[in-house]
């Protein structure tokens, strides 16, 4: 039977098996509660993120064809993504998961419904966190039986029992992260492995309360689905005295072969049989590290669980593991791994490649300080710890995902020329090259791949010894891939190809690149998307080990990627008070092109499909945002942002942070006017941000602030008043820097004594020091503290220091304020009159000054002092281009559901408005730079939905 022949019959053979499916398929529906949890390992309690309050989470039982709903709450203090490890999710991309790679994150607070398919698949996946290192105890097994009608392919086992491999830190792994991203080393290794959560007994420093026990029954067959869940370590895994057949990886049928120990990597799974045919006694299933990489320091810990027989009471008997670093067990272990081809799913390879890929995949560095040269970091020669694949080293977007950026057409986000081929050809697995400088530098890049729909890829991922020469286990979103073959040294096409399997490769979305070595692979790019491809070593995907294939659409409704369901968790950016004028084009070859023809330009609705003339210079500005949205960043937030400002840990300011928090760039900084006449500012309640300069910022004591000085003055000074504690702010346990709350006082015209002025202002500045330094950036958020009525019984109501902001950022209309929502003051009514004085009092030239990080700072945050040497803004140029536009505010950044403002009845009316499309946006230097596009849901035309503006 010739070729063509075996693919169609496999396909009609897969088409009928989805098609039962299909007929067959059930839904499952439950919900994950991510919140802290405090449990007790190693011998103390640790705070853990941990979903439904277990470790591990909950398990899914599905059948293959059902539908999975999973509603997400996030109640713990970090952003959260949920990624369901080995699914497909075919025309369900929106559900994948990574973090700013298909979807912004669910925020402290948020929730999202993540909804998939099962189809073609059986066996077993996973899933767990996609953001940061949370998936270190956020995670679960997806176990996948045949649907009604539909058996195994091997015997039908007794029992099933999930093994989950993890990994276990005394402490909170995402400060494990952040500290070492900080100072740019490696992060300290984990203190214990675990099974099924549980370290076992193995561990020196403590007898553990509770080992895990799988109870057998002598003469029975079990199926065991073990999954890999570790951070940072592969493992050897074996069963005293029992042997183990192997069929099924990453959800896909293998051909059985026994072993007596299994090898797998983070993200893995590996479905075995077990026969209790021993004595009856009690054995230890156990587990510790692979290390491939010569001269690390490693945890060497060995996890245990305990398999035992009825009756059992003796000692257990514990497993001979392989050594640590054998290398060849696990070679021969993984080439022993072949496909099923009777499977239902089976289809054979495709042998045409239109896509052939060479792809370098390990270490290196990237620069300490960037244009400080004295700055030292703690990798290899005072630079950062990098990772990159053929050089490049990737680094996800921050203000919309890759998907979102695909799906909207938006230019900027990402560019398409990852390339094929190692820029540098060299002696990749020769360790001389280990520590060649040359070599060792990645540019941080978001580069991705574009692929045509139904394209057929071959990788080629090729280890390199750059710094160390170790297994990565690559990890391919979207797709099962064919492993057609394995080797050590450096790829030779001419010879290597020759050993292709092409008959039955085993299948699966995890491949171990040998230390030392390459594998290849081959996919049809069948499922339009963006698909994230990483080692699956997370200190290796922080470092930057990844990049994305972007698969076109393929023109009919089962080939197009679909939009995003309503509670999508969006990104968008909207200036608060007007829209551009100009954009740049997104047709232009290069997305840094700028538009010189405006005529007969326009950009069309994705929705409705209604066309736009948004190039015409001669048309009127676009309208704002509905009212009800407003910019509103949490305390971290803010502080992240003047850090960015700062420059800390190399961080810079967002492109557009200028448009919601303009500089003040005068000596006197916020006290150089009265704040009624700061730009942008309003009477309403909603609050107003800038950064600027402290100069002489305490006048007298440290309860007043400075005075103000706006060329027409008050009888007798305004000063802003100190009230109430500095508060210390926290993020990720670790103190960045301090709030302060002002308040503003005057003097009524013909009293003697300072009343408040209903002005009120909270002042963030970084580092550890409770007062903020000479001349040391701050930002501030200032806004009119409406009065509320009081009553006699309230009329001794005392100044409330503070009450504490939300923990997350809300989109709130802009509504009276009310107690509990924002500070409390005691309201004086200070009706002020202004005078013209005799005599004109003190004022402060206005001095434009660079933006300035004290050395103090500085040595609070490990960062250069820092300077900007962009032009400072006309604020009042910045102010009166945003005349006529009330009530437009809205929220910077956000990554959240979609949310909400009134219509003209009063009803609760749900807005979801998209992303923007800021990238394709021209910055000129004009007030053009108070830039956004708002993603309209219409239906029948732009005009059609100004009645909700």
Not at 31 to 55: D, E, M, P, W, Y
Not at 400 to 415: D, H, K, M, P, Q
Not at 464 to 480: D, Q, S
Not at 861 to 872: G, H, Q, Y
Request: hydrophobic share 35%.
């Amino acid at each position: 039977m010739g070729a063509n022949s075996i693919f169609a019959v496999g396909f009609v053979l897969a088409f009928f098996s989805l098609s039962l499916s299909t007929a067959s398929a059930g839904i499952v529906e439950t919900s994950f509660h991510v919140k802290n949890l405090t449990v007790n390992r190693l011998c103390k309690n640790q705070v853990i993120t941990a979903v439904n309050g277990s470790l591990p989470g909950p398990r899914l039982r599905v059948k293959e064809g059902d539908t999975v709903i999973v509603h997400v709450f996030n109640k713990s203090p970090y952003n959260l993504t949920v990624h369901w490890h080995g699914v497909f999710q075919r025309l369900s991309q929106w559900a994948d998961g990574p973090e700013f790679v298909t979807q912004c994150p669910i925020r402290p607070g948020g929730n999202y419904t993540y909804r998939f398919n099962l189809t073609g698949q059986v066996g077993t996946l996973w899933w767990h966190a996609h953001s940061q290192w949370l998936r270190a105890t956020v995670y679960g097994a997806i176990v996948i039986r045949p649907r009604k009608g539909q058996k195994y392919p091997f015997v039908k086992p007794y029992r099933e029992d999930t093994i989950i491999l993890g990994e276990w830190w005394n402490a909170n792994p995402i400060d494990v992260e952040t500290a070492g991203l900080a100072t740019g080393a490696a992060p300290v290794n984990s203190d214990a492995y675990t099974i099924n959560g549980w370290p076992g007994d193995k561990i020196n420093s403590c007898r553990p309360s509770k080992i895990y026990r799988l109870d057998v029954v002598a003469g029975k067959t079990y199926l065991l689905r073990i999954i890999n869940a570790a951070l940072n370590a592969q493992f050897f895994f074996k069963i005293a005295n029992h042997n183990l057949t192997v069929v099924g990886v990453d959800a896909t049928y293998t051909n059985p072969f026994q072993t007596d120990v299994v090898v797998i990597g983070p993200g893995q799974t590996t479905d075995v049989l077990l026969t209790a045919n021993q004595s009856p006694g009690l054995y230890y299933m156990a587990a510790h590290p692979y290390i491939s990489a010569a001269g690390t320091l490693f945890n060497g810990n060995t996890t245990t669980a305990i398999l035992a027989y009825q009756n059992a009471t003796q000692t257990p008997i514990m497993p001979v593991l392989p050594a640590f670093n054998d290398t060849p067990t696990a070679f021969t272990f993984s080439s022993n791994l072949t496909s099923l081809i009777t499977s239902p799913f089976w289809l054979p390879v495709p042998k045409t490649v239109d896509e052939d890929m060479l792809v370098t995949v390990g270490l290196g560095l990237s620069a300490c300080g960037g244009s400080n040269s004295n700055q030292t970091c703690g990798g290899l020669f005072g630079q950062r710890m990098s990772a990159s694949m053929n050089n490049h080293s990737f680094v996800p977007p921050r203000s919309i995902s890759l998907l979102e950026a695909f799906f909207r057409n938006v230019s900027g986000v990402y560019t398409t020329d990852f390339p094929d081929q190692p820029p540098m050809v060299f002696d990749y697995t020769n360790a001389n090259n280990s520590f060649n400088r040359g070599l060792l530098m990645t540019p941080k890049l978001t580069s991705v791949k574009k692929l045509k729909f139904n394209s057929t890829v071959q990788v080629v991922f090729q280890n390199t010894a750059l710094i160390g020469v170790e297994n990565h286990p690559m990890h391919l979103h979207g797709f099962n891939f064919y492993v057609l073959a394995q080797g050590f040294g450096n790829y030779n096409p001419a010879n290597d190809s020759k050993n292709f399997n092409l008959v039955n490769p085993h299948k699966r979305n995890t491949i171990g690149v040998p230390v030392g070595g390459w594998a290849v692979i081959r996919f049809r790019a069948d499922n339009p998307g963006v698909w994230f491809t990483h080692c699956h070593l997370d200190v290796h995907l922080s470092w930057g080990f990844a990049t994305a294939f972007l698969v076109e659409n393929g023109g009919t409704p089962e080939s197009t990627l679909p939009p995003p369901p309503a509670d999508f968790p969006q990104s968008w950016f909207v200036d608060g008070r007007t829209l551009a004028k100009r954009i740049k084009t997104s047709g232009l070859p290069s997305p840094h092109d700028q538009v010189k023809d405006y005529t007969g330009a326009n950009w069309e609705c994705p929705q409705c499909s209604c066309s736009l003339d948004i190039f015409n210079k001669e048309s009127s500005e676009w309208p704002g945002l509905p009212s009800g949205m407003k910019f509103d960043p949490t305390d971290v937030e803010l502080l992240d942002h003047l850090a960015a400002k700062c420059g800390a840990a190399n961080e810079k300011p967002h492109e557009y942070i200028d448009v919601f928090i303009p500089t003040i760039d005068v000596e006197q900084g916020i006290c150089y006017k009265h704040p009624e006449n700061l730009p942008g500012a309003r009477r309403d309640g909603n609050s107003f941000h800038f950064f600027y300069q402290t100069t002489n910022a305490y006048a007298k004591g440290q309860r007043k602030r400075r005075k103000i000085c706006n060329r027409s003055s008050l009888k007798e000074d305004v000063r802003w008043h100190k009230t109430g504690k500095t508060k210390a702010i926290f993020k990720n346990g670790a103190q960045i820097g301090w709030k302060k709350i002002l308040v503003l006082y005057g003097t009524v015209v013909g009293g003697s004594k300072p009343c408040k002025m209903n002005w009120v202002m909270h002042q963030y500045h970084l580092g550890a020091n409770e007062d903020e330094q000479e001349g040391e950036y701050v930002v501030s958020k200032i806004f009119y503290q409406a009065q509320k009525q009081q009553s006699e019984d309230s009329a001794n109501i005392g100044v409330v220091d503070e009450v504490l902001d939300p923990k997350t950022p809300m989109i709130d209309a802009s509504d009276p304020l009310r107690p509990g929502k924002t500070p409390l003051y005691e309201d004086v009514t200070c009706d002020y009159v202004i005078e013209s004085p005799a005599q004109e009092p003190e004022c402060f030239e206005e001095k434009y000054l660079p933006p300035l990080c004290t050395d103090e700072l500085k040595d609070d945050l490990n960062v250069p002092a820092c300077r900007d040497d962009s032009k400072a803004i006309d604020l009042d140029v910045f102010y009166n281009s945003f005349s006529g536009q009330d009530n437009m505010v809205a929220r910077y950044s956000l990554c959240g559901s979609s949310f909400y403002t009134d219509d003209a009845a009063g009803a609760a009316k749900d807005i979801s408005l998209g992303t923007t499309y800021l990238e394709n946006l021209e910055l000129g230097g004009t007030p053009y730079g108070n830039l956004a596009e708002l993603y309209f849901p219409c239906e029948d035309g732009f005009s059609g939905r100004l009645d909700w503006l």
